[in-house]
């Protein structure tokens, strides 16, 4: 069973269209979030670190949430530039037993957006 | 101003043979990772050290080997080349271990043939 589940797998929004990304994650005691973005034929690129329910962060028209079992990640008024994979990662608790040491990743969500 | 680097890039090899994947980091950076990177899979945990001489596996350790002798250096191993091992490779540094972020290489592209 996935702990780090990605939805949708793939969007496709036009330019200006906002919408939301989610992360869901399945074990307790979450040590941290991470959102990165990746593009084609690139290694991820780090966007925000989230620790804690409640918490959110924003970078230009990006803007992360953190709720006890899942992430969103809103992105407002898009542009085509901001057309990449969005991986999310969680750090849970070492010796969890249900994963590895180290980030778990989820698939990603493939964003096209469209001029 | 280099951050992180992978070589090669691209390395085509054959089944058995031996390949080493290189990782450079400028950060001095504690904490080192390795990743594969496959479709329907996302990215996966190989290797990852602490500090110069120590490491520990991830979750998909087999047929892999790292070593980690001086800080800023972290490479991959792959001791008899396999299909399965066919994928994208990525080094990653981080200040800390828990709830530290990561940062990524530029990866390299393997194929085993």
């Known amino acids: 069973e996935d702990q780090v589940t990605q939805s949708p797998e793939a969007l496709r929004l036009q330019e200006g269209e906002s919408s939301s990304l989610n992360c869901s994650y399945t074990v307790s005691g979450l040590r941290g979030l991470f959102w990165y973005r990746q593009d084609p034929g690139k290694g991820p690129e780090f966007l925000f670190t989230l620790y804690s329910a409640g918490e959110e962060k924003e970078k230009e028209r990006l803007k992360a949430t953190l709720t006890k079992k899942e992430s969103f990640l809103h992105i407002t008024a898009p542009k085509p530039e901001d057309s990449a994979t969005y991986l999310c990662?969680?750090?849970?608790?070492?010796?969890?037993?249900?994963?590895?040491?180290?980030?778990?990743f989820g698939k990603g969500t493939h964003l096209i957006i469209q001029p | 101003d280099a951050g992180i680097t992978q070589s090669p890039r691209y390395k085509i090899t054959e089944t058995g043979r031996q390949v080493t994947l290189m990782c450079h980091q400028t950060w001095s950076h504690s904490y080192m990772f390795w990743y594969r990177q496959d479709l329907g899979h996302g990215l996966r945990l190989i290797y990852y050290s602490a500090a110069a001489d120590i490491t520990d596996k991830g979750e998909v350790p087999d047929g892999y080997v790292v070593s980690r002798s001086k800080t800023e250096n972290f490479p991959l191993t792959l001791e008899s080349a396999t299909r399965s091992q066919t994928s994208v490779y990525f080094c990653?540094?981080?200040?800390?271990?828990?709830?530290?972020?990561?940062?990524f290489g530029p990866g390299t592209r393997l194929t085993v043939t």
């Open positions: 990662a969680v750090q849970f608790p070492r010796y969890s037993g249900g994963g590895a040491d180290g980030l778990t």
């Open positions: 990653a540094s981080s200040l800390g271990f828990d709830s530290y972020e990561q940062y």
